[in-house]
């Protein structure tokens, strides 16, 4: 059984990479897509990375959700916002930015601001937060209202 503790320690295995558009090399470089990629890659949930090629300005010339796209491609299923969870932002015209929570008010992500992957806290986040998901064959808490 995986657990989201997996899924964090994974996440934060990737720390202070540069970010980079684009590529996804540990400690070299990566960019917000690929960082999601690699860490379902690292967990063996994935074969392979399969992230279409795209321009760093697509979010803002665009409707078209590509990144929830390129995630379904990764069979991920929508939970509550927890631990572990993929998070999902609202930047231009479409859901264009992500991350993964590592603890219930943190989360890691390749920021293009800081040029590196680094921990925000989601309270300012969470006006353009849209979606959160689960990666597939770890074991979510189950929240009930």
Not at 52 to 69: N, R
Not at 109 to 136: E, M, W, Y
Request: a negative charge; one cysteine or more.
């Amino acid at each position: 059984m995986m657990t989201p503790y997996k899924v964090v320690e994974t996440a934060m295995s990737w720390l202070d990479t540069r970010y980079q558009h684009g590529v996804y090399l540990k400690g070299h470089g990566v960019d917000c897509a690929h960082l999601i990629g690699a860490v379902a890659l690292e967990l063996g949930v994935v074969d392979k990375l399969d992230i279409e090629p795209y321009t760093s300005d697509w979010a803002f010339t665009t409707h078209e959700e590509f990144a929830l796209a390129q995630l379904a491609k990764y069979n991920v299923k929508p939970i509550p916002l927890q631990t572990g969870a993929i998070v999902c932002f609202k930047y231009g015209n479409v859901t264009s930015h992500m991350g993964i929570m590592v603890s219930p008010d943190t989360f890691i992500h390749a920021n293009l601001q800081a040029r590196k992957v680094c921990l925000n806290t989601i309270d300012s986040f969470l006006p353009i937060l849209t979606h959160t998901f689960g990666f597939p064959g770890v074991t979510y808490h189950v929240i009930r209202n």
